[in-house]
């Protein structure tokens, strides 16, 4: 019952990772709204979730779509009366070297993975600046720190999101609001994904060994945590495998 009387909004938790998060935040009593491009696989995370006796609504939501990311966010506000908990999750975009990208390709892969992370926490912000209590959850990605071959603009874009987050736990802390990074390294978020070389826990990461960080920085038992960005990668950036 970590959650309980909390409403948690969380992007692109129609799969994945997003998924996950959802499930567990409900498991411990949260309100979630479930919201995804993709509305079928909202309903069934929540379908899911009711099944386990947690409460959720599904909304459909393409976090590129700015209008809609305020409707939406508006109308959860006006509903339920707060949004205690924001984890922002969908994320993606264009992979393939610089000299093929064209500015398109850029402000597509930025808007998916940076802007849409900005934009739902600045339709947020205000209400849990006036509750005095909010936990923002931005899903990053290890290669926003390392950087990564034909991914530029997805990297700079999670890259930013670090950057962002601390800077929003600066000035979100004098209203009782936390803001952290959780930086996945490879997860296989779908059955055919395998990545167990080069990580010295020697298997693939899944969805869940993410969920349950996301839940520890939405609970209370992290409420002095803020400005942090958390790896899991089962150890992948620690040096390579193997290495003496
Ligand atoms: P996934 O493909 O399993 O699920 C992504 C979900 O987001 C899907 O339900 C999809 O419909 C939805 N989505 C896609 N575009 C959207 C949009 N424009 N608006 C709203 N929803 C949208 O992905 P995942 O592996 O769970 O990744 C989730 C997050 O974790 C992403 O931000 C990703 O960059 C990050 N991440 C993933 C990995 C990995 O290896 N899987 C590693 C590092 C970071």
Partial sequence: MKLKDKTAFITGAGHGIGRDIAIRMASEKAMVAVTDRDLALAEETVKIIRANGGSAEAFHLDVTDAPAIKSLIAKILKESGKIDILV???????????????????????????TSVFLCTLSVVKSMM????????????????????????YCAAKGGIIS???????????????????????????????????????????????????????????????????????GRTLGLKGDS
């Fill in 88 to 114: 922002n999750n969908a994320g993606g975009g264009w992979n393939g070297p610089i000299w093929e990208y064209d500015e398109e390709k850029w402000n597509r892969t930025i808007s998916l993975s940076l």
């Fill in 130 to 153: 006036e509750n005095k209590f909010g936990r923002i959850i931005n899903i990053s990605s290890v290669v926003g720190v390392s950087g990564k071959k034909h991914r530029s603009a």
């Fill in 164 to 234: 962002m987050t601390k800077t929003w736990a600066m000035e979100l802390a004098p209203f009782g609001i936390t803001a952290n990074c959780i930086s996945p390294g490879a997860i296989a978020s779908y059955e055919h994904m395998k990545w167990e070389e080069g990580c010295w826990m020697g298997r693939s990461g899944k969805p869940e060994d993410i969920g349950g960080a996301a839940l520890f920085l939405a609970s209370s038992e992290a409420s002095f945590i803020t400005g942090q960005n958390i790896v899991i990668d089962g």
